[in-house]
């Protein structure tokens, strides 16, 4: 079989079987098994596949005609601009997070040596792309899976990345420790929600997902102890789900004396982060 053949069947699987994206799908799968790229795809398509390449690429087809993530079955992501390990131990990290990054980014390079924190690291995506962009920052990551620790640590020796990991509940990780930036992209759609997920999204961890009744459960939780871990002039990031961008700003309010708030908007205009600064 030629490579544009398989390319065209994998294609027509995927439509039939509801998959959003078939045609990206199909292409990184073949990048992955043959080792080229989507330039050598186009040109080369007359290549033959040999019977152990059209086996893997088989399987993996199966796999995800039957609904799996294609980054769990590459167990790979991109994000911002770096790759990370992933598999059904993490969330897959989404573009909609790299707002979150871009703008804690900001805060932190206005500090320098700062002490950071990442809550619910997960894959480690959103700690460790910022310990990559600001080294000069001691960043902590903390997660209270453990298995997703594991993913986190894989992620962050990949990365060559120099972080503090550590096991625990939210803030219970990091005992009385005091951070100049918290930044966290916690579990938050509301638990009615989850059936209605996305099929992909089911093979997703739960623990990532399941944000309580009304999808707050986490939010009220970091920005009831966060006072007690910011230092002054501290500034907490985090990401929100779609329609929860006020009701987390009025809870970081409440619990943070705050010199000042913000919601930012993703590249879709949806509102996805809420920050808060701490007074001095
Ligand atoms: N922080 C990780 C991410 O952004 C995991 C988030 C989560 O588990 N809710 O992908």
Redesign the pocket.
């Known amino acids: 079989m030629h490579i544009t053949d398989w390319l065209r069947h994998a294609k027509a699987v995927l439509v039939e079987t509801g998959c959003p994206d078939p045609e990206i799908d199909a292409r990184w799968m073949a990048e992955d098994v043959l080792g080229m790229t989507q330039f050598d795809l186009k040109f080369e398509g007359d290549r033959e596949v040999t019977p152990v390449q059209l086996d893997r690429l088989n399987a993996m087809l199966a796999r995800r005609a039957a609904g799996e993530p294609v980054q769990y079955i590459l167990e790979e992501a991109d994000f911002m601009g770096l790759k990370f390990h992933v598999d059904k131990r993490?969330?897959?990290?989404?573009q909609d997070?790299e707002t979150?990054v871009e703008h804690a980014l900001i805060a932190l390079s206005r500090i320098g040596e700062a002490e950071a924190l990442?809550l619910?690291?997960?894959?480690?995506?959103?700690?460790l792309s910022l310990k990559s962009l600001a080294p000069l920052a001691n960043m902590t990551l903390t997660?209270v899976s453990r298995e997703?620790l594991e993913v986190a640590r894989l992620n962050a020796a990949k990365l060559g990345l120099d972080v503090d990991i550590r096991h625990g509940d939210l803030f219970r990780a990091v005992g009385r420790q005091r951070f100049d930036l918290i930044v966290?992209?916690?579990?938050?759609i509301p638990h009615p929600d989850l059936a209605d997920l996305q099929r992909e999204v089911q093979h997703e961890?739960m623990?990532?997902?399941d944000g309580g009744r009304d999808g707050l459960d986490v939010y009220r939780r970091i920005a009831q102890e966060a006072p007690r871990h910011l230092n002054p002039g501290g500034a907490v990031y985090l990401?929100v789900g779609i329609g929860e961008a006020e009701a987390v700003q009025a809870l970081l309010k409440i619990n943070i004396n705050c010199a000042e708030t913000g919601i930012v908007k993703d590249l879709n205009g949806i509102e996805r982060v809420v920050w808060a600064k701490a007074k001095e």
């Not at 619910?120 to 700690?127: A, D, F, K, R, Y």
């Not at 966290?184 to 938050?188: K, Q």
């Open positions: 993490v969330l897959i990290p989404r997070t979150l990442d619910c690291t997960g894959s480690g995506c959103v700690g997660d997703a966290s992209n916690p579990p938050y961890p623990l990532a997902l990401e």
